[in-house]
T-cell receptor
Framework: RKEVEQDPGPFNVPEGATVAFNCTYS??????FFWYRQDCRKEPKLLMS???SGNEDGRFTAQLNRASQYISLLIRDSKLSDSATYLC?????????????FGRGTQLTVWP | GAGVSQSPRYKVAKRGQDVALRCDPI?????LFWYQQALGQGPEFLTY????????KSGLPSDRFFAERPEGSVSTLKIQRTQQEDSAVYLC????????????FGPGTRLTVL
């Protein structure tokens, strides 16, 4: 079983829509959680960290449910420029400390 | 400012050839990571350096893969006797140090093995 499971989509939404992505992780000892964004044929870039209490950055809201080992990302008022692949990421623990575990990514296309 | 750079950006190799991929991390970043990203998948961890010490190489898929960072800055990932299944994008990332610090990724090297 992969460390991070994510629905690959694709999600196709109109501009202005609200869209939510989810992922689950397998290591209950994980402490650090992130959403990365990857544009086509580009490198991943950090979108936001995910904190236990939930956090917001403009139109983006991230939430963590430790009991269910579940992470979510909500995008409100989608823009054309939000079209990308969104990667759910969890940090390793113990002997794998430092490495990042990535989900396969969820592809989002926002259309006009 | 300068980010992580990688070279070459594209590499085509014939099966059985050896290749060397270079990563220049952000100046002052202690930690350096290599990941492999197959088409349609997320990046998969290969190996991790802290300064010149290779602390974790458990993600290297076979003994044909070798990485080094002899002076604690530039790193090279070498793949010997390349196989078609080695075709992927190889991403390098660097961070200040330790867990929790943001990893900054380079643009990757796209390796195609014919």
């Amino acid at each position: 079983r992969k460390e991070v499971e994510q629905d690959p989509g694709p999600f196709n939404v109109p501009e202005g829509a609200t869209v939510a992505f989810n992922c689950t992780y397998s290591n209950s000892a994980s402490q650090s959680f992130f959403w990365y964004r990857q544009d086509c044929r580009k490198e991943p870039k950090l979108l936001m960290s995910v904190y236990s209490s939930g956090n917001e950055d403009g139109r983006f809201t991230a939430q963590l449910n430790r009991a269910s080992q579940y992470i979510s990302l909500l995008i409100r008022d989608s823009k054309l420029s939000d079209s990308a692949t969104y990667l759910c990421v969890v940090n390793g623990r113990g002997s794998t400390l430092g490495r990042l575990y990535f989900g396969r990514g969820t592809q989002l296309t926002v259309w006009p | 400012g300068a980010g992580v750079s990688q070279s070459p950006r594209y590499k085509v190799a014939k099966r059985g050839q050896d290749v060397a991929l270079r990563c220049d991390p952000i100046s002052g970043h202690v930690s350096l990571f290599w990941y492999q990203q197959a088409l349609g998948q997320g990046p998969e961890f290969l190996t991790y350096f802290q300064n010149e010490a290779q602390l974790d190489k458990s993600g290297l898929p076979s003994d044909r893969f070798f990485a080094e960072r002899p002076e604690g800055s530039v790193s090279t990932l070498k793949i010997q006797r390349t196989q078609q299944e080695d075709s992927a994008v190889y991403l390098c990332a660097s961070s200040l140090a330790g867990e929790g610090n943001e990893q900054f990724f380079g643009p990757g090297t796209r390796l195609t093995v014919l």
